[in-house]
């Protein structure tokens, strides 16, 4: 009985002992995808809801890349209203317009931003830039991107 006892205690300390350290392992994983520096090689990253962060500055002529890292589908679409009078529309898909790129995710998903798809613009005009996911719209997936001069 008493060897039977000690044998189970030692059962329970060797489960404890093989709870490793993970901390290379997960640096490992964060490697992937960076520049090589450790930092994102993208700016703005995708919650199912969320951009993130939902908000950039940056200066002008200077571009931001949204890397969908979410497992949803998504759009990142300017609000045709609230960029600078000046400045260039922009959407993924490429569409001219807002109601271009509306019409054509509610008809055939135009523009979709797939997983681990990326999508890069260049802001040339200062101001305040007010986007959308035009699928998650109702649930407040919006970010702004402010450009200085
Ligand atoms: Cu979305």
Do not use: K
């Not at 059962?11 to 960076?34: D, F, H, N, Q, R």
């Not at 990253?45 to 951009?51: I, L, N, P, R, V």
């Not at 960029?83 to 993924?92: G, K, L, R, S």
């Amino acid at each position: 009985m008493q060897r039977r006892r000690f044998l189970q205690r030692a059962a329970g300390t060797a489960t404890v002992a093989a709870t490793l350290p993970l901390s290379g392992c997960l640096e490992g994983i964060a490697g992937i995808g960076t520049g090589g520096n450790g930092e994102p090689d993208y700016d703005v990253g995708m919650t199912a809801t969320t951009f993130r962060p939902q908000e950039v500055t940056i200066a002008v002529g200077e571009s931001v890349t949204w890397r969908n890292t979410s497992a949803r589908t998504h759009t990142v679409t300017a609000y045709e209203g609230a960029i600078p009078e000046d400045a260039d529309f922009f959407a993924t898909g490429g569409y001219e317009d807002e109601a271009t790129a509306r019409d054509e995710w509610w008809s055939a998903r135009g523009g979709a931003l797939e997983n681990a798809e990326e999508f890069t613009h260049t802001f040339e005009v200062p101001g305040r830039y007010d986007y959308v996911c035009i699928p998650h719209e109702q649930g407040g997936m919006i970010g702004a991107v402010i450009v200085e001069e």
